[in-house]
């Protein structure tokens, strides 16, 4: 049995068994850094650059990306050396072009161009850069794009995190997508992940509905004998909450005498009686089952499923401690609360309220203390909305303030808001849409695009086809606009053929796959031992596309943006289109030529896969 720890003078519990393993070995055994074909092009680059500016006047000359009409892959400004060296950049530009040609040449790179304005431009050297970057799709294939950017250390994500006997929203959607897509993201990038889901499964609102099951429970069990347990419990909340707000429309002066007895109830559960924590138990054993269910269709999964309720013991040491430490202080009301030097600009933060009561921000920096005990992480991410940025200013400022320099690097990974087309979706159930709901409109209307085409498919392979493409819409409508942004649904353009959309990035692979398909059965077979050749721009524009995968994928976790990840799929599959519209595959006569062509096709294949495995 696990031991409990202690961590800043606060007792924590033992971490509980994962739900599923953690362990992921084999990502601390690459290299580091892997030389992937740009890397190793670029960073010889970057030396040499940097070795000829010390030398020619003890300045540094940074890479830059040259300009879309500059037909270059490196641009070198050397503006900087013009003052020092009393020369025209056109005259350093050439001097310099000279020295990089007259020594040993950065990997994959061609001659120095030097240009009057004041550039040294750099071009790749398509035949050995493209077979180089082949080579390593082959050879790495599920993990091309992978780096060691981690070393093994551990990120925590807080994501999808619904609150119990509840359904989940859109917005839990947003939270659920987003840190699926970053927990692969910061896997493939060498880091150890950790998915916890914060539960709500605390606070004044089980008391209430604590109430509402005593009073109506057996009538909504006869009212709606089928539903499952949730439908049944919402339709409590609901019933409950609509009655309050009519006590408080007849009496707006005085209490609403429901919401009272639902504190009561609350009361009792804090109190630890045993019939109220019965029900929370059900409760939440109920709920998990209904957002497994959603999770499965989403494809994503939780290391651990810890709830609010799971640090009440820690709360009171916490408020103590922080008391004792002068963090926070008792105001003229008995409130415990943290308050922030001018500054700043945070609002003070109660973490007890007047009554002894602790609150949602009383557990979440619970949280954050077990967390940092538990895991050691290098990292904490919060994937939750941007309505509650205030908020986590506040709990990350107390956090701080109470650790000191011990804290882990913490951020608030949040996200916009999603508006739903007007019309069904947003009145269906009254006041909230549902998550489920709308990944079932997805998968319908997906399905009713497949019935469109006719096509000779089972029943079984059209289920899971409308399903692959249905959810895969909705994800990627989700992070193809990125994470900060409020976003919004349009069902046309989610289940496009023809725009930036899950199903084309779909179509794309599966033309890629169906063409080696058919070289199969014509039996042509692919020899990954011999040089390819790129004789159309468009093989070499494509084939330098794929070679940035692994930089996109640095640059995700730099920014905690898989929307990098989403653009970068997304012109795989429009330079493969283009690839396939203007060359030949199987039908080129030119053996030499047609291997190549197999060989960029299977390799697309497989970056695009990766990339819609990333983006979950
Ligand atoms: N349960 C909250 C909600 O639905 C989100 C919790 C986010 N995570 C956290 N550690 N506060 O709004």
Known sequence: MAKDLEIFGITVPALPASEISIASPDLILFPKPIDYPWNRAEAGLRKQAAAIGQQAAAVDLTLEAPPPNVSADFALAIHRLAKPLGKTPGQIAAELAADFNSGPKAPFIKAAAPTQSGYVNFGIDVPSFGNAVLESIEKKRESYGNENLGNGETVVIDCSSPNVAKYMSVGHLRSTVIGESLARIYRAGGYTVIRDNHLGDWGTQFGILGRAKELWGEEVDSEMPNADPVQKLYRLYVKINDEIEKEKAANPEGESALEKEGRE??????????????????????????????????????????????????????????????????????????????????????????????????????????????????????????????????????????????????????????????????????????????????????????????????????????????VGAVIYMDLGQGRTRNIQFDWDQALSLEGNSAPYIQYSHARGKSVLRRAASEKIKIDITRDAVFDLPIEADLVKHLSKFPQAIARTIEANEPSIIAAFTYKAADLFNKFYKEALIIREKDPVRRNSRLRLTSATAQVIKNGLYLLG
């Open 265 to 470: 109830w609350f009361r009792r559960l804090e109190q630890g009686d045993p019939r109220a924590l019965e029900l929370l138990k059900l409760t939440t054993k109920q709920s998990l089952q209904e957002f497994k269910r959603v999770y499965k269709l989403l494809g994503s999964e939780y290391e651990y499923y810890l709830g609010e309720s799971f640090y009440l013991p820690m709360l009171p040491q916490i408020i103590r401690a922080m008391q004792k430490k002068n963090v926070a202080t008792k105001d003229e009301r008995e409130a415990v609360v943290v308050e922030f030097p001018e500054g700043k600009n945070i609002k003070n933060l109660v973490i007890q309220k007047s009554d002894g009561a602790s609150l949602y921000s009383t557990r979440d920096l619970a949280t954050l203390i077990a967390r940092t005990a538990w895991f050691k992480p290098d990292k904490v991410l919060y994937v939750v909305g941007a309505d509650q940025k205030d908020y986590f200013r506040q709990v990350f400022g107390a956090f701080d303030a109470f650790v000191g320099k011990d804290a882990p690097v913490v951020e608030h990974t949040y996200f916009g808001t999603v508006s739903l087309p007007e019309g069904k979706m947003s009145t269906r159930k009254g006041r909230v849409v549902f998550l489920e709901d709308v990944l079932n409109e997805a998968i319908a209307r997906a399905k009713n695009k497949i019935g469109e085409t006719d096509r000779d498919l089972s029943d079984k392979e059209i289920e899971q086809i409308s399903r692959q493409i249905g």
